[in-house]
């Protein structure tokens, strides 16, 4: 049940940013570090790039909550983007309003895969297991599965969508 709800959800994720981009999906394949991402058929260095870029600037967006530094964040993170976790839906201003309450002392991300929808939208999907607390409640030490969309907008990559589902 909870992967169907994860593949519903990355589906309507999807949805979204092919509404907000008005182009046309395409789904590329191939390998990353060891891990499997989604590439050209033909190895294109440049989705191989773009792609190693999605998973920087998602690395950044980590290190920026973790840092609790709003602007950082706020660099990555579209003002109209939605967020969605177990708490249920955050924009990034309601977001940013609990930096203060949210401490990471320790994370690892593993196994990335990058979808790239188009050349301006990407979906980026991995493990999380996060260390650290909120409002003083230390997290469930179970792994978060992790998706997020990229979108290109005005010539800079931003983030418009993430969502956290804590494995059970």
């Known amino acids: 049940m909870l992967m169907k709800k ?6 309507v994720a999807a949805l979204l940013v092919l509404a907000s981009i008005n182009s046309k999906a395409q789904t590329t394949q191939g390998n990353q570090n060891g891990a499997r991402s989604f590439r050209a058929a033909s190895g294109n260095k440049a989705k191989e790039s773009l792609e190693e870029t999605i998973m920087k600037m998602e690395k950044q967006a980590w290190e920026a909550v973790k ?8 660099d990555l993170f579209a003002a109209d983007g939605y967020m969605a976790d177990n708490a249920g839906f ?3 201003a309601s977001f940013l309003q609990t930096l203060p309450d949210l401490v990471i002392t320790q994370y690892t991300l593993t196994d990335f895969k990058v979808m790239m ?17 909120f409002k003083g ?5 179970n792994p978060a599965y992790v998706s997020s969309i990229w979108a290109k907008r005005g010539g800079k990559w931003m983030a418009v969508y993430h969502q956290e589902t804590l494995a059970q």
Do not use: L, W
């Open 67 to 74: 840092a609790r530094d709003a602007k950082a964040f706020s």
């Open 90 to 92: 955050a924009t990034r």
């Open 117 to 133: 929808i188009d050349k301006d939208a990407a979906i980026i999907t991995y493990k999380a297991n996060v260390k650290g607390s």
């Open 6 to 11: 994860f593949r519903f959800g990355m589906f």
């Open 137 to 141: 409640q230390a997290f469930p030490p």
